[in-house]
């Protein structure tokens, strides 16, 4: 796995001891592995010697991987200045508002919640105490939909790296599928 991950230059995953290290296969013997290292962002960090005989595992071209190899190669998208709502800094700011001005452009969201479950998805439809939410994974998956109650939700994410990459990934499958 190792030698396939060098050839073709695919980012790794060694869990070694309780530590878990990303990365390129720059070189590797029986003993010793030479690991361009990067973080979950994509950005490169170093370079480090893992000893072989510590490593117990090793991810190669899963979703986590491909996930992150999509944002090292779309940094200006994923890492780009995060857009505002437009008009809100002339309004009485309140998470409904944000909600619906959310569903009026279509925005997709990060919905931190009170319970343990926070929600990547495009606001469907919001009344006076609940919102019916079209829910995508951290992979750009559709997830079905959920309904919330308002005051479950404790803080309302516009755009960060997460909410940028789903976007991306949505934008990408829309266009492969002709869309």
Do not use: C
């Not at 001005?101 to 439809?125: F, M, N, P, W």
Request: hydrophobic share 40%; net charge negative.
């Amino acid at each position: 796995m190792l030698q396939r991950a060098q050839r073709s230059r695919r980012i790794v995953a060694l869990q070694s001891g309780s530590s878990m290290f990303l990365g390129y296969v720059l070189s590797f013997n029986p003993e010793l592995l030479l690991l361009r290292t990067i973080t979950r962002q994509g950005l490169l960090t170093g370079v480090r010697t893992i000893s072989l005989d510590s490593v117990s595992k090793v991810h190669f071209d899963d979703k986590y991987m491909r996930l992150i190899e999509f944002k090292e190669h779309n940094p200006e998208t994923v890492y780009g200045l995060p857009a505002a709502p437009d008009g809100l800094d002339a309004q009485y700011l309140t998470v409904p508002v944000l909600l619906q001005k959310a569903q009026d452009v279509r925005q997709l969201v990060l919905l931190e919640t009170h319970g343990e479950h926070d929600i990547y998805g495009y606001i469907v439809r919001l009344t006076e105490d609940e919102l019916l939410v079209e829910v995508y994974t951290q992979y750009g998956e559709a997830d079905g939909h959920t309904v919330l109650g308002l005051d479950e939700v404790r803080t309302v994410v516009w755009s960060d790296e997460d909410t940028r990459t789903i976007e991306l990934l949505l934008k990408q499958n829309a266009d492969r599928k002709g869309g």
